[in-house]
């Protein structure tokens, strides 16, 4: 059996191959569509048709790979931004488009064959509970740092939903009062419609509006990334208040879920001065007694959104799905 994973975020769209242990077998990326709702669908349909030209040929030559594989319509697992409500609606969504639209029975009905749609972080979280940096403890947060910021819990390998599929959000809880206060920080206005949520402070973009706040130019992550290590006064304020408000996140998530262990995951992970300085910044925001939970970095990196969305349809064609 042969599952796709398709993994789409605010930049880039990427499609994974599995078989059914969930070996990759190809993986290519792409820009995810800007224009409009029309133009992602059809660029999905061309790109799975792509897949399925893949798994044939390996098959037709009954190579190494394909002496395994029966593919007819691989089953296919959509990590996305937002969260998609229990009448099929995607809300929250940084990929505009995709907002009040039905995306997985649009694509069941396009793409006809079994397609399951999940939250991009909660995805994350379940692959690397179920294969990655979190297999060997019982309760995991998984957290993405990427263009947003959002988490995922799992209790012994399965993803804890909720009633709205609302578990382990986080990026729209409230940025803490203390860290507002200590750095006199702006309210930002959130795309869900309250303020002060905080995945505008901790995401990339975030870091990005915390330099500007500090006198830094108008930046990105990278551009900060590289002012922060040319030491400029403006950035190594932003990372001292992102790191504060990230730890103030992350010990409500602690508190809350009492995870073993924390993954994380996101472009944002891979700058080694940030993760390092976590457990110092999460520990200042707990109360003395609290155990730290271990605070590990994602296994699967950048393919973890589109395994755990393989791992969702095949839990859903299993009706083992939570
Ligand atoms: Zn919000």
């Known amino acids: 059996m042969i599952v796709y994973g398709l ?5 880039k769209l990427e499609l994974s191959i599995f078989d059914a242990e969930l070996t990759l077998l190809k993986r290519w990326r792409l820009p995810t569509p800007t224009s409009g709702y029309a133009e992602f669908l059809q660029a999905l349909k061309q790109q799975i048709h792509v897949a399925d030209q893949f798994v044939e040929q390996a098959i037709f030559a009954n190579d190494a790979t394909g002496a395994n594989l029966s593919c007819n319509k691989a089953p296919i697992g959509i990590a996305l931004p937002g969260v998609q409500l229990e009448s099929g609606m995607m809300v929250s969504s940084n990929v505009w488009y995709l907002n009040q639209k039905a995306v997985m029975l649009d694509l069941i009905r396009l793409l006809k064959r079994p397609v399951a749609v999940g939250n991009d972080c909660r995805l994350f979280a379940l692959s690397e509970a179920q294969f990655g940096a979190g297999r060997h403890s019982q309760r995991v947060l998984g957290v993405v740092l990427g ?3 959002g988490a995922g819990f799992c209790l012994g390998g399965r993803l804890l939903s909720g009633a709205q599929g609302l578990a ?17 920080l702006p309210l930002l206005q959130c795309g869900c419609g309250l303020e002060g949520c905080a995945e505008n402070y901790i995401s990339g973009a975030g870091l990005g509006r915390l330099y500007h706040h500090f006198g830094g130019m108008v930046a990105c992550s990278h551009q900060w990334l590289v002012a922060f290590r040319e030491g400029q006064d403006a950035a190594v304020r932003a990372f001292d208040c992102y790191l504060d408000a990230l730890g103030a996140a992350l010990a409500a998530q602690v508190l809350a879920y009492e995870p073993h262990v924390i993954v994380f995951g996101g ?4 700058v080694s001065e940030l993760t390092d300085a976590i457990p110092a910044a999460l520990a200042r925001h707990l109360f003395a007694g609290v155990a730290m939970p271990e605070i590990k970095l994602a296994e699967f990196g950048a393919t973890s959104g589109g395994r755990g969305a393989a791992i ?5 064609i299993h009706g083992s799905a939570h």
């Open 147 to 149: 263009t947003g910021a």
């Open 168 to 184: 382990g959000e986080f990026g729209h809880q409230s940025i803490a009062a203390r860290v507002v206060a200590k750095y006199q």
């Open 267 to 270: 472009g944002l992970s891979e």
């Open 312 to 316: 969702a349809v095949l839990q859903h």
């Open 7 to 11: 993994d789409i975020g605010g930049s």
